[in-house]
């Protein structure tokens, strides 16, 4: 009896045991700087079991410094916390509840990084935190009525130029304040709008996808971020400036930007009209502008986002607004309009490749563009709850562009002789229309790791162009009337799946669909009577639809101080052109891609790491390129599409190396990129060696260029540049080198012979920036570049130019104040040819008087260009030729402006 009571008890006991479900707890908590209450963002959070370490887990901190652990069954852990420039954080843990919450675990910072160099009180100027370097604003001294961007030009690494923002040598695609959107991506204005005294500091990381936020699974697409931090003090209240200035020739400029920031609710207005080239708008919004340099314009020392050429008025109007609409919701969207009247005078002298010779080419233009733009983008994110998130990114713009030009270009051989010319008027009227669309769905499991996302992107672009060509020699005039329409559908549907402890699997289809038509049509007009004659051989109707489908699988590795992922995709892609007009026909290419890829980041030591990441990727050609009609809007230079272009297969590998050292103040970092194409496109150029008829009866002079896009192999393109930034402590100055070395091989085709231009460019910065002084602050810099030009079939083609820049800039507040300003610049140019050699001095200087209750007002005196002396040129390289342009640009002009600071904070600290 006492045995089979004692069986009865023990299945008893088993059976009760084999009911009791294993509890499995989520575990979570927020990492805060213990000194200045700032989240560590990137940190890592391990749970080591104890008594069986296959069911340890991880986290990562978000970007508010949040980890959530989920599936943690009930055990003794070991709690262990490692973020770079932190000490180590471990404790032991009993998990035995189905939620625990940490709330806030307080880091210290590493005694290294506490005994760093004291720049202002005991303010440490660098810090690193995972994948993220910080820089504490309090560290630099600016004036007080600097701008953010006046702020991050003297951190460690920080350049700011007329190429934009860039971090260590790699450039800054958006600036978010307080980790929300702010004018949409568009960095030189967001840094210009927010003033440097309500910065308490600057973030810059890799920001990751929408699907890589939420899901924790890093998809390798990131987007290169400045976050600027506020002081809590200064997130309620409003602040900002206006000012207005009247000057010698009838010269204006009247602007302000004002902030109202009400804790989560924020709204910027900012707003501007001048006729100083002042402008704070992209690249993006002169998209229907033809014509124009680039490269070394120097206008206002007050530009926002860079210059047109020539002489530009500019009226523009932006708005930025975020909120928090409950615990749930967040919007974050901007509004800009501009308007722009721009007047350019041009002088352009190329030399061109023809086979055994060279030809020169001398161009004189002038143009007045009119160009109106508005566009509207917005992101709003909806936390349906722990697991769901649903996110909405809509964008709308609309551009009107209206120009006319008038351009006499003559073409001479070597010995001089005029081989042909052109004078001719070209009116252009454009209109543009874009709206596009990002929805993303995204659901988290149970299981930590374990989700699914699904992402649909829309595009449509209208754009309508009338332009009429004028060709005064021959009294002719030609009507081209262009409808294109643009439209893209895609979706992703996106899994992930943890793998052990560490590791996560990824598998996402990918299907989309673009289709371009393109209608153009062409008239002959005469010009006493005015009747229209349609012209066959120069209109064309033209549609192209490429359709894609990618199949992806990666895994994906994360442990303490490693990270790295490797997959493969298969792409299949149909490319179908349809010519409706003159002559029907249809080319279909098919193609099967494999694209593998790998990326993986390396901590070495306490501070350095090493990130690697290698793709491959395709790329269509334009409708432009597809379209098979000539273009002879310029004769000398006609050109023509190809619809039997392949796409392009391209592989990349890039390489970053960064080592900032904070406890002296210093950081060093090297960042190189080699890119190769194969089926690059590129342009076959012939020369008509005499007046000639091309298909059609289109009249080709003598010596004129006709050019076709073709695919060819062999385009390479190599970036290497090195920063380094240190503090000279008896200066108490940053002094910042970048040293910069660039190969590209551009394949072409001349005359039937293939062509190689290799071009070696290298450039070396030296800058000099003060921090000792709120009311003595300098800028001191030196560039030097230097570019070789070699190219396969002509030798006594082969060229070079060099380009040697030095600049100083002083701002300083003394007697009460009183503001002297100061900024110099000298630039000497060795060109192409001697006749384009020059060097010239760019002098601004202003004195100014503070007045007002702590100095809100001012009165300023400036000149720009004291010396009179101002320039611009650009040069560019193609493998059929080089050349060289002049534009006009501002001359000198005294001003008078006014300008009031807006100050009103509550509860400032």
Same mark, same amino acid.
Request: avoid cysteine; hydrophobic fraction near 30%.
């Given at each position: 009896?006492? &045995?089979?009571?004692?069986?009865?008890?023990?299945?008893?006991?088993?059976?009760?045991?084999?009911?009791?479900?294993?509890?499995?707890?989520?575990?979570?908590?927020?990492?805060?700087?213990? %000194?200045?209450?700032?989240?560590?963002?990137?940190?890592?959070?391990?749970?080591? $079991?104890?008594?069986? *370490?296959?069911? @340890?887990?991880?986290?990562?901190?978000?970007?508010?410094?949040?980890?959530?652990?989920?599936?943690?069954?009930?055990?003794?852990?070991?709690?262990?916390?490692?973020?770079?420039?932190?000490?180590?954080?471990?404790?032991? /843990?009993?998990?035995?509840?189905?939620?625990?919450?940490?709330?806030?675990?307080?880091?210290?910072?590493?005694?290294?990084?506490?005994?760093?160099?004291?720049?202002?009180?005991?303010?440490?100027?660098?810090?690193?935190?995972?994948?993220?370097?910080?820089?504490?604003?309090?560290?630099?001294?600016?004036?007080?009525?600097?701008?953010?961007?006046?702020?991050?030009?003297?951190?460690?690494?920080?350049?700011?130029?007329?190429?934009?923002?860039?971090?260590?040598?790699?450039?800054?695609?958006?600036?978010?304040?307080?980790?929300?959107?702010?004018?949409?991506?568009?960095?030189?204005?967001?840094?210009?709008?927010?003033?440097?005294?309500?910065?308490?500091? /600057?973030?810059?990381?890799? !920001?990751?996808?929408?699907?890589?936020?939420?899901?924790?699974?890093?998809?390798?697409? %990131?987007?290169?971020?400045?976050?600027? /931090?506020?002081?809590?003090?200064?997130?309620?209240?409003?602040?900002?400036?206006?000012?207005?200035?009247?000057?010698?020739?009838? &010269?204006?400029?009247?602007?302000?930007?004002?902030?109202?920031?009400?804790?989560?609710?924020?709204?910027? /207005?900012?707003?501007? %009209?001048?006729?100083?080239?002042?402008? #704070?708008?992209?690249?993006?919004?002169?998209?229907?502008?033809?014509?124009?340099?680039?490269?070394?314009?120097?206008?206002?020392?007050?530009?926002?986002?860079?210059?047109?050429?020539?002489?530009?008025?500019? $009226?523009?109007?932006?708005?930025?607004?975020?909120?928090?609409?409950?615990?749930?919701?967040?919007?974050?969207?901007?509004?800009?309009?501009? !308007?722009?009247?721009? @007047?350019?005078?041009?002088?352009? #002298?190329?030399?061109?490749?023809?086979?055994?010779?060279? !030809?020169?080419?001398?161009?004189?233009?002038?143009?007045?563009?009119?160009?109106?733009?508005?566009?509207?983008?917005?992101?709003?994110?909806?936390?349906?709850?722990?697991?769901?998130?649903?996110?909405?990114?809509?964008?709308?713009?609309?551009?009107?562009?209206?120009?006319?030009?008038?351009?006499?270009?003559?073409?001479?051989?070597?010995?001089?002789?005029?081989?042909?010319?052109?004078?001719?008027?070209?009116?252009?009227?454009?209109?543009?229309?874009?709206?596009?669309?990002?929805?993303?769905?995204?659901?988290?499991?149970?299981?930590?790791?374990?989700?699914?996302?699904?992402? +649909?992107?829309?595009?449509?672009?209208?754009?309508?162009?009338?332009?009429?060509?004028?060709?005064?020699?021959?009294?002719?005039?030609?009507?081209?009337?262009?409808?294109?329409?643009?439209?893209?559908?895609?979706?992703?549907?996106?899994?992930?799946?943890?793998?052990?402890?560490?590791?996560?699997?990824?598998?996402?289809?990918?299907?989309?669909?673009?289709?371009?038509?393109?209608?153009?049509?062409?008239?002959?007009?005469?010009?006493?009577?005015?009747?229209?004659?349609?012209?066959?051989?120069?209109?064309?109707?033209?549609?192209?639809?490429?359709?894609?489908?990618?199949?992806?699988? @990666?895994?994906?590795?994360?442990?303490?101080?490693?990270?790295?992922?490797?997959?493969?995709?298969?792409?299949?892609?149909?490319?179908?052109?349809?010519?409706?007009?003159?002559?029907?026909?249809?080319?279909?290419?098919?193609?099967?891609?494999?694209?593998?890829?790998?990326?993986?980041?390396?901590?070495?030591? @306490?501070?350095?790491?090493?990130?690697?990441?290698?793709?491959?990727?395709?790329?269509?050609?334009?409708?432009?390129?597809?379209?098979?009609?000539?273009?002879?809007?310029?004769?000398?230079?006609?050109? %023509?599409?190809?619809?039997?272009?392949?796409?392009?297969?391209?592989?990349?590998?890039?390489?970053?190396?960064?080592?900032?050292?904070?406890?002296?103040?210093?950081?060093?970092?090297?960042?190189?990129?080699?890119?190769?194409?194969?089926?690059?496109?590129?342009?076959?150029?012939?020369?008509?060696?005499?007046?000639?008829?091309?298909?059609?009866?289109?009249?080709?002079?003598?010596?004129?260029?006709?050019?076709?896009?073709?695919?060819?192999?062999?385009?390479? #393109?190599?970036?290497?540049?090195?920063?380094?930034?240190? +503090?000279?402590?008896?200066?108490?100055?940053?002094?910042?080198?970048?040293? =910069?070395?660039?190969?590209?091989? +551009?394949?072409?085709?001349?005359?039937?012979?293939?062509?190689?231009?290799?071009?070696?460019?290298? $450039?070396?910065?030296?800058?000099?920036?003060?921090?000792?002084?709120?009311?003595?602050?300098?800028?001191?810099?030196?560039?030097?570049?230097?570019?070789?030009?070699?190219?396969?079939?002509? *030798?006594?083609?082969?060229?070079?130019?060099?380009?040697?820049?030095?600049?100083?800039?002083?701002?300083?507040?003394?007697? =009460?104040?009183?503001?002297?300003?100061?900024?110099?610049?000298?630039?000497?140019? $060795?060109?192409?040819?001697?006749?384009?050699?020059?060097?010239?001095?760019?002098?601004?200087?202003?004195?100014?008087?503070?007045?007002?209750?702590?100095?809100?007002?001012?009165?300023?005196?400036?000149?720009?260009?004291?010396?009179?002396?101002?320039?611009?040129?650009?040069?560019?390289?193609?493998?059929?030729?080089?050349?060289?342009?002049?534009?006009?640009?501002?001359?000198?002009?005294?001003?008078?402006?006014?300008?009031?600071?807006?100050?009103?904070?509550?509860?400032?600290?």
């Amino acid at each position: 009896m006492k &045995r089979i009571a004692l069986v009865i008890i023990s299945m008893t006991i088993g059976w009760a045991t084999y009911g009791q479900e294993v509890i499995k707890s989520k575990v979570y908590g927020r990492l805060v700087d213990k %000194t200045d209450g700032s989240m560590l963002i990137g940190a890592t959070v391990q749970l080591f $079991n104890i008594k069986d *370490s296959t069911k @340890s887990r991880y986290a990562v901190t978000d970007v508010e410094g949040i980890f959530l652990i989920k599936d943690v069954e009930s055990a003794f852990y070991k709690m262990n916390i490692k973020s770079l420039g932190y000490k180590p954080y471990s404790r032991t /843990v009993r998990i035995s509840i189905e939620e625990m919450n940490f709330g806030n675990i307080f880091m210290e910072q590493d005694e290294k990084v506490l005994e760093g160099i004291e720049v202002q009180g005991a303010v440490v100027a660098m810090e690193v935190k995972g994948d993220t370097v910080q820089y504490n604003a309090d560290a630099y001294k600016v004036n007080p009525d600097a701008s953010t961007a006046d702020l991050v030009k003297k951190m460690p690494g920080i350049v700011i130029d007329e190429n934009g923002v860039s971090a260590n040598g790699e450039t800054i695609e958006q600036v978010l304040l307080d980790g929300k959107r702010f004018f949409g991506q568009d960095p030189l204005l967001s840094l210009n709008t927010i003033p440097a005294e309500v910065v308490q500091k /600057v973030e810059v990381f890799d !920001q990751k996808s929408e699907r890589s936020q939420f899901t924790g699974y890093d998809d390798g697409n %990131t987007t290169k971020t400045m976050n600027v /931090v506020t002081k809590e003090g200064k997130r309620n209240g409003q602040f900002g400036k206006a000012y207005a200035g009247y000057g010698t020739d009838d &010269r204006y400029k009247i602007g302000a930007n004002v902030n109202s920031f009400k804790d989560d609710q924020r709204l910027t /207005v900012i707003g501007m %009209t001048n006729n100083i080239n002042q402008q #704070n708008f992209s690249g993006e919004d002169l998209a229907g502008i033809s014509g124009g340099g680039g490269g070394f314009r120097r206008g206002n020392n007050s530009l926002m986002t860079g210059t047109q050429s020539g002489i530009t008025q500019t $009226n523009s109007l932006g708005l930025n607004f975020t909120d928090e609409w409950g615990t749930k919701a967040k919007f974050e969207g901007s509004y800009f309009f501009n !308007q722009t009247n721009n @007047s350019r005078d041009e002088t352009t #002298n190329r030399e061109i490749y023809n086979g055994d010779s060279i !030809q020169y080419y001398d161009e004189i233009k002038n143009a007045d563009t009119d160009n109106l733009n508005h566009r509207l983008d917005a992101r709003i994110t909806y936390d349906i709850n722990d697991d769901n998130k649903l996110t909405i990114r809509p964008r709308i713009s609309y551009q009107n562009n209206e120009s006319l030009t008038f351009t006499d270009g003559a073409t001479v051989n070597g010995a001089g002789t005029e081989i042909n010319r052109t004078e001719n008027n070209y009116r252009s009227s454009n209109e543009a229309f874009n709206i596009d669309n990002y929805i993303s769905y995204m659901h988290k499991f149970d299981k930590i790791g374990r989700t699914w996302s699904l992402e +649909l992107e829309t595009n449509y672009k209208e754009t309508d162009r009338e332009n009429y060509y004028e060709d005064i020699a021959q009294d002719s005039i030609t009507q081209y009337l262009t409808d294109e329409t643009d439209y893209t559908i895609e979706s992703t549907l996106g899994y992930t799946e943890p793998i052990g402890n560490t590791a996560q699997l990824s598998a996402t289809y990918e299907l989309s669909y673009r289709e371009r038509n393109s209608d153009k049509n062409t008239y002959n007009i005469n010009p006493d009577s005015g009747a229209k004659n349609f012209n066959t051989q120069l209109s064309n109707h033209f549609v192209s639809g490429y359709t894609q489908h990618k199949t992806e699988v @990666s895994l994906s590795n994360r442990s303490m101080g490693t990270f790295y992922r490797f997959g493969l995709a298969y792409q299949y892609a149909e490319l179908a052109n349809k010519q409706i007009q003159p002559e029907t026909g249809n080319f279909v290419n098919r193609f099967n891609s494999i694209l593998p890829f790998a990326m993986g980041r390396i901590e070495l030591g @306490s501070e350095a790491d090493v990130f690697i990441r290698y793709r491959t990727s395709t790329s269509t050609p334009s409708i432009n390129q597809l379209q098979n009609v000539i273009d002879n809007s310029n004769p000398l230079f006609i050109s %023509t599409g190809n619809p039997e272009l392949d796409q392009s297969y391209s592989h990349s590998l890039m390489i970053r190396f960064n080592k900032p050292n904070p406890d002296k103040n210093r950081s060093i970092a090297n960042f190189t990129r080699v890119e190769t194409t194969q089926n690059y496109i590129t342009n076959e150029t012939t020369y008509a060696p005499q007046d000639s008829v091309y298909a059609g009866g289109i009249i080709v002079q003598q010596g004129a260029q006709v050019s076709k896009p073709i695919n060819m192999n062999g385009y390479w #393109n190599v970036n290497n540049n090195t920063t380094h930034s240190i +503090l000279i402590e008896k200066l108490k100055s940053n002094f910042n080198t970048s040293l =910069g070395f660039n190969y590209r091989r +551009l394949p072409g085709r001349t005359n039937e012979q293939t062509n190689i231009s290799s071009t070696y460019s290298g $450039n070396i910065k030296f800058a000099l920036a003060s921090n000792f002084s709120e009311n003595f602050d300098f800028n001191i810099y030196y560039d030097v570049s230097s570019n070789l030009v070699n190219n396969s079939i002509e *030798s006594i083609a082969n060229t070079n130019y060099t380009t040697q820049t030095t600049g100083a800039k002083l701002n300083w507040i003394f007697g =009460g104040g009183f503001v002297f300003r100061n900024d110099i610049y000298y630039q000497k140019y $060795n060109g192409i040819e001697d006749s384009f050699d020059s060097e010239y001095v760019l002098w601004n200087m202003s004195v100014a008087r503070k007045f007002l209750k702590n100095d809100v007002g001012e009165l300023e005196l400036s000149v720009f260009d004291l010396l009179g002396q101002n320039q611009s040129f650009s040069q560019s390289v193609n493998p059929a030729y080089v050349e060289e342009v002049r534009t006009e640009v501002l001359q000198q002009y005294f001003m008078m402006t006014f300008t009031y600071q807006l100050r009103r904070f509550s509860g400032a600290k």
